[in-house]
């Protein structure tokens, strides 16, 4: 445990900002597992509203910082081809 104020305060912020990612990070994960269970369930419709909900997310925890920049490119990448392979 740290003895200084400002380390003390530093720690307190931390932990909030350390669960505020976790929020964004739960989030994300949360809106792509729904989108691929409409898409294992080959629900076209429900997978189209998903997506753009799921790219939302993803782009969200891009800009926050909580993943990178190329991890939001490649998730987003592959739920596409998903998609349009059950459009297909």
Known sequence: ???IKSAIKRTK???KKTLENNMIKSSYKTAVKKFE???NAKNTESAETLFVEAT???DQAWSKGVIAKNTAARKKS???KK???LKA
Request: glycine share 0%.
């Open 83 to 85: 998609l349009n392979s």
């Open 1 to 3: 445990m740290p003895n």
């Open 78 to 80: 592959s739920l596409s």
């Open 37 to 39: 269970e409409a898409v």
């Open 13 to 15: 912020i931390i932990e």
């Open 56 to 58: 939302k997310k993803i």
